[in-house]
């Protein structure tokens, strides 16, 4: 999945990744989720007949798509392929003009056909699936020259960078990979696809430990929005790698040309084995001379890896203490906020968590409810202290995110959302009001959007050490049938750091005044800085009403 240079550069490390430990993409501005939906299907073309056209293409694409459907089901492959390559050739002539319609229409029919490519390819090919045991140990001068780089070259402190940094996440990814019964040896492809470093990023834009891009992430479960990019969860991409990987081998059968497709692409791979005159499937190594230079050190390099990895003494490799395995306990947390807030409530460096949570784009937990991986023995310190840790709306009040689109100015911008263009320009740094960049993301602040916690009649609680049922119930001004019945409890059994939604009573936040003599309701309001209606609202009383001395008064 991530591109090596050419043989001449014989370059070892195949990314980018910051060496602090830090995410090393410079953190993009939040974007508002559903922004770009604006406005869709209104879109119009300079020229209505160059719709009609691209319109008429994509049909005729689609008539392709569909007769190669009817080949298939007669078994004439050949005929099927055809009229899905012409289709193909019709796709790629379209320039859909920034038409979200035939934009989606051009998507979806690449999809369905590089689909159905394979399907054929995988039916045509594919006549006994291989052994997910075995991956053939390889020796040959390909091999020999990417183990010379490893161990006789300035690629030698990669390697031992690489094979150290594999103790933080091996064993894990080992025991995911024997429940789902594939061969151990594809721990080690972190090794070259990232160095093991979570935070690795290629110049095709692969992230992570197993380097998936964007699109093929998305095939395979990886979430990626204005929060998260769960590539970049050594733990969840591990998943996706392996459901990847299953899924190459129930094409391809053998091991050597699933981590060639792994590298390049099936279709890559695919196209290769069409266009070539014998069976790859008997021997990958004729196979490895048709693909691209970049993939062509990939086989290699893995096979190279694992003859070093088996017997590291022989080439050189001493006196390497891997890393410990990363630990952490899980709390799950249901108040937005950024990591370096929460890490200084419960007395940690913004870092520990950043490195726990890699997948967090902004260090900023997504505004609902998050499970959040914290250093093992600071469960019960972050539920204690979880009150104490501000908001992102407390720290970030009233303010909008909004991408900027071709044709925007600053003008148009302020009034869609009530505020001057001074405003925009006085939050963003901006000094050419005249000229704004189609893509660039602004902070808007909103009047009158604040955020206070005691508007709110819902409050979320974390269970700690020595409650019950009563006595939140009775902390809270509530009932404990209406705790129960708003979490659907089934019984009355509470866990540390549990997550609760308390409906308050009207009373909750409010103190207790015990009247003195002489004392009347117009006093005790002025001392309080209350209305007299208040006060007699809060404790159903009227103006005919007798307060005693030792009796107890709600006040705010």
């Not at 459901?243 to 094409?251: D, R, V």
């Not at 009573?505 to 208040?534: E, F």
Request: overall charge neutral; proline content about 5%; some cysteine.
């Amino acid at each position: 999945m991530t591109p090596y240079p050419p043989d001449d550069n014989n370059s070892c490390e195949p990314v980018s990744p910051a060496d602090d430990g830090s995410y090393n993409i410079a953190y993009l501005p939040l974007i508002p989720l559903g922004d770009e939906s604006c406005d869709t299907g209104n879109t119009t073309s300079g020229n209505g007949s160059v719709s009609t056209v691209i319109q008429a293409k994509l049909d005729e694409a689609l008539d392709f798509y569909q007769v190669s459907q009817d080949f298939w089901q007669q078994g004439e492959l050949d005929n099927a392929l055809q009229a899905l390559d012409q289709a193909y050739a019709l796709i790629t002539e379209v320039d859909a003009f920034d038409q979200p319609k035939l934009i989606q229409q051009k998507d979806d029919l690449r999809f369905m056909i590089s689909k159905r490519i394979l399907e054929i390819y995988t039916s045509r090919h594919i006549t006994a699936k291989g052994n997910h045991n075995a991956i053939p140990l390889v020796m040959n001068t390909h091999v020999q020259k990417e183990i010379d780089l490893f161990t006789k070259s300035t690629c030698r402190s990669f390697f031992e960078g690489s094979y150290k940094r594999s103790g933080r996440y091996r064993r894990y990814i080992v025991n995911e990979l024997r429940k789902a019964g594939l061969p151990e040896e594809l721990s080690w492809l972190p090794l070259i696809e990232s160095g093991f470093k979570v935070n690795a990023l290629s110049s095709a834009r692969a992230l992570g430990l197993w380097q998936f891009i964007s699109s093929t992430g998305h095939k395979f479960g990886l979430k990626r929005n204005l929060y998260i990019d769960e590539r970049l969860d050594p733990y969840k991409s591990t998943h996706a790698a392996i459901e990847y990987l299953k899924e190459l081998h129930e094409i391809f059968g053998d091991w050597p040309t699933v981590l060639a497709a792994y590298n390049c692409g099936e279709g890559r791979v695919l196209r290769t084995i069409r266009n070539q005159n014998v069976s790859y499937l008997d021997d990958f190594w004729d196979l490895y001379q048709r693909l691209p230079r970049e993939t062509a050190r990939y086989v290699p390099k893995f096979m190279a890896t694992l003859h070093i990895i088996n017997n590291p003494e022989h080439y050189g490799i001493k006196d390497i203490v891997l890393d410990d395995p990363v630990q952490f306990d899980i709390q799950r947390i249901a108040k937005q906020a950024y990591l370096k807030d929460i890490a200084e409530t419960i007395h940690l460096q913004e870092i520990d968590l950043v490195n726990l949570n890699p997948e967090l784009r902004y260090k900023l937990l997504p505004p609902e409810e998050y499970p959040l991986k914290i250093p093992i023995g600071m469960k019960e310190t972050l539920i204690a202290n979880i009150d104490e840790i501000l908001e992102y709306a407390q720290t970030h009040p009233g303010l909008a995110y909004h991408r900027v689109r071709p044709g925007e100015t600053l003008s148009t911008i302020a009034r869609r959302y009530n505020t001057s263009v001074n405003t925009i320009a006085r939050y963003n740094n901006i000094y050419r009001k005249n000229y704004i960049a189609a893509g660039k993301i602004l902070k808007i602040p909103q009047p009158g959007k604040t955020s206070s916690s005691k508007q709110l009649k819902i409050i979320t609680y974390y269970v700690r050490r020595g409650d019950s049922l009563w006595t939140l119930a009775k902390r809270y001004d509530t009932t404990t049938k209406k705790i129960q019945e708003f979490n659907q409890l089934k019984t009355v059994t509470l866990n540390i750091g549990q997550i609760l939604k308390i409906p308050t009573g009207p009373h909750h936040g409010l103190a207790l005044y015990k009247v003195k003599s002489g004392d009347s309701p117009s006093k005790i309001a002025n001392k309080h800085n209350m209305n007299l209606s208040q006060l007699l609202r809060l404790n159903n009383l009227t103006k005919n009403s007798t307060i005693y001395p030792g009796q107890q008064l709600y006040v705010e």
